[in-house]
């Protein structure tokens, strides 16, 4: 049934439309306390389905929460024929109200209707050139939670003409303060394609800064858990973020749409097996990154199998079984032709045993049963029968072997790694001053090296898998990384998030065809979004000078801004003129990010201090007070401000290990305004850039 707005005296259609928001509001609020009303003391059996029942009953409370600043629905469709019915002439059409939530009436009618349900999909497809139906689309503006505007397209009258809208473009251009918001009101046809991909493949999404492939992917979650909910309430979701800054940028664009039971985490969150407390150079870095790795990882594993060399006699009662070594080897030779876990092929050892046994019993005339199978399978001589030729690895000691044994190292890399790159790795050579670790406690750990131990448990015990991984910023991943989250998704989905031209370490990403590969998704679909709506003309413009140096081949991203929004390159003689740049464009509304190389950084927040003026380390939350975040370049990535002053972009270049992964980070660096961008310097700016 439609939606009929409250009709108030007047015949003022924002009046109208303000009345329908109350009435709305009103209807969510009765929503939610009926939830908060439920008793559930007479249909529960059992306390752990009490317990289960009452949390269910939490979250859907906390969904159903009215956020006063968040517009309750953003937009409205007059379909000229009811959705699914027969298209006589004379039929009466619809109108939905749609928004971030389902809300309906003390009669279950629908008040506003998901921006994920099929009926709201022409919202964001619809066109002149195909008006998908829809007589009339309505877009609303707002302050705060204020309805203050309303904007409409006649999509299949052939007299209007097609138009941009001043709402959404207004919209895309709000300023940033706070955290990451929902673009659920900005959607664009080319990302809502993306967004409403089903569950069964995997989609990568190349995107320059401010295409929105970030939104993009944190709304595909919320679409998919819209339409496959019951499954991926059983098999989980999870969403992969760079670092700690940047998933607490994000963290509230979930929620806001209702969605609280996605997982957020980082690549180092999922294999955190041992605490990382060291680091590895860039070369060591490389090579435990490399694909390879995993096939030396698996030679050394399976080495600990061995072939019997004595038969194996097992005692039951009076009677003595006696099975030869060729029989006992046949049964190893056959687990590991199967290709199964190194774990559960060690499991399946001594039942393999105990039914061979069983055979020689029931050929003696014995009727045993499976109790008698079981115990055989834990007699002591199969016990240690098992233990000698297929014994239990530990893979953070196996790791720590290979990184510290030499000779261990070599065996099983030969002819995978080459002398040097095996040097490259180990912890402790002659004359390198590295002392080797004495136990896996006591090792210093770097995040490279989890990734190896990862890898180990994996091929010994199988890692659960996930239905749905969100993989953000993944040009910077290692192919060892890819695997690791690969294997959180084997009989899963992903949608893989990120932009070639900004890797920044020495491992970046190739091509998206092999990391891919790398994450076991060959089939994934590649999407490419090159229309910015974050960052202006001007900037973008200039930013993409890099690009010939840093990804040729991409098609540069276009700003579809009316806002052509301000640029300025301003030498100056120090930190002084840098901070009066801040000072300059906090009198505007919005945030602002002084990002600058990570060895700077020290050196201006002394100076912002010095000058009276607040700031905040990235991740924290802009207040009306301090409103200017002090960003090191290494952690820019992915964040966004309304205005940045850039300094000393050739100090960014240089903090790098190589010139290509410097001219990347510069050009995240240059990337992060929404309306300004100041780029304060000292010494020459990269050649490149002029």
């Known amino acids: 049934m439609p939606s009929t707005p409250s009709t108030p005296v007047d015949d003022d259609p924002l009046a109208r439309e303000r009345a329908h928001l109350a009435s709305s ?7 939610r306390e009926d939830a908060e009303s439920l008793d559930i003391s007479d249909v529960t059996a059992n306390w752990v389905n ?94 705060g939670g204020a309805l203050t505007a309303y904007e409409d397209e006649h999509l299949s009258d052939p007299a209007e003409a097609a138009q941009t809208s001043k709402l959404l473009q207004r919209e895309i251009e709000r300023p940033r303060v706070g955290p990451m918001r929902d673009i659920v009101a900005t959607i664009q046809p080319e990302q809502d394609e993306i967004v409403r991909s089903g569950l069964g493949g995997t989609v990568c999404v190349q995107g320059g800064p401010g295409t929105g492939k970030t939104a993009v992917g944190l709304h595909r979650v919320a679409y998919l858990l819209y339409a496959h909910r019951e ?12 670092n700690r800054s940047f998933l607490h940028y994000i963290e509230q664009v979930l929620p806001a749409l209702g969605e609280l039971a996605v997982r957020q985490g980082t690549v180092d969150d999922l294999v955190a097996h041992v605490e990382v407390r060291g680091t590895d150079d860039a070369a060591a870095a490389v090579v435990k990154g490399d694909a390879r790795m995993a096939q030396v990882l698996r030679r050394a594993v399976y080495a600990h199998v061995s072939m019997p060399s004595e038969p194996l006699v097992v005692v039951r009662g009076s009677r003595r079984w ?73 893979p953070a000691k196996l790791v720590l072997r290979l990184l510290t044994d030499a000779d261990f190292l070599a065996e099983h890399a030969k002819g995978v790694l080459s002398e040097d790159e095996q040097k490259t790795i180990l912890w402790a050579l002659p004359g390198s001053g590295r002392r080797p670790a004495r136990s896996v406690k006591a090792a210093r750990w770097s995040a490279a090296d989890a990734v190896l131990i990862d890898e180990a448990t994996d091929i010994v015990e199988r890692t659960p898998s996930l239905g749905h991984v969100v993989l953000d910023e993944a040009q910077d991943l290692s192919p060892m990384q890819y695997r690791a989250v690969g294997r959180r998704c084997t009989t899963g989905s992903a949608t893989v998030l990120g932009d070639l031209a900004q890797g920044t370490t020495p491992w970046a990403t190739r091509s998206w065809q092999e990391a891919l590969g790398h994450l076991g998704k060959t089939d994934a679909v590649i999407e490419e979004l090159t229309a910015g709506f974050r960052v202006p003309t001007d900037v973008i413009t200039y930013a993409s000078r890099l690009l010939p140096h840093i990804a040729p081949g991409l098609t540069p991203v276009a700003s579809v801004r009316e806002n052509p929004g301000f640029f300025d390159l301003r030498p100056v003689t120090g930190t002084a003129e840098t901070v009066a740049a801040c000072e300059e464009l906090l009198r505007n509304e919005g945030s602002t990010g002084l990002i600058a190389a990570d060895a700077r950084i020290p050196a201006l927040a002394e100076a912002l201090t010095a000058s009276g003026i607040g700031h905040l380390a990235p991740g924290e939350e802009t207040t009306a007070e301090t409103r200017l975040t002090l960003v090191p370049a290494s952690l820019a990535k992915g964040l966004e401000y309304d205005y940045v002053v850039l300094d000393e972009p050739q100090a960014v270049v240089d903090g790098e290990p190589d010139e290509r992964t410097g001219l990347r980070r510069l050009y995240v660096a240059l990337t992060r305004a929404v309306s300004g961008l100041i780029v304060t310097h000292t010494t020459p700016l990269p050649p490149q850039l002029t």
Do not use: C
């Open 322 to 394: 006696r099975l030869p070594a060729y029989e006992l080897e046949e049964m190893i030779r056959e687990l590991l032709d199967r290709d199964i876990r190194y774990g559960a092929a060690r499991e399946a050892l001594p039942q393999r045993i105990a039914h061979a046994v069983l055979v020689q019993m029931e050929r003696s005339g014995e009727a045993p049963d499976d109790r008698v199978q079981d115990a055989v399978a834990r007699n002591s001589a199969v016990k240690a029968a098992v233990k000698e030729v297929w014994p239990a690895v530990d």
């Open 25 to 31: 509001r009103g209807a969510l609020r009765a929503m």
């Open 50 to 143: 009490a317990q289960i029942l009452e949390r269910q009953i939490e979250e859907r409370i906390k969904a159903l929460a009215d956020l006063s600043d968040t517009p309750l629905f953003f937009g409205r469709l007059d379909y000229l024929h009811a959705p699914g019915a027969e298209r006589a002439e004379g039929a009466e059409g619809e109108q939905f109200y749609i928004g971030r939530r389902h809300v309906h009436d003390g009669d279950g009618d629908p008040m506003v209707i998901d921006w994920r349900a099929p009926v709201s999909q022409p919202f964001y497809r619809a066109s002149k050139k195909d008006p998908m139906d829809v007589g009339l689309r309505r877009r609303f503006g707002y302050t």
């Open 231 to 242: 499954r991926l309430a059983r098999t989980g979701t999870l969403v992969i973020g760079p």
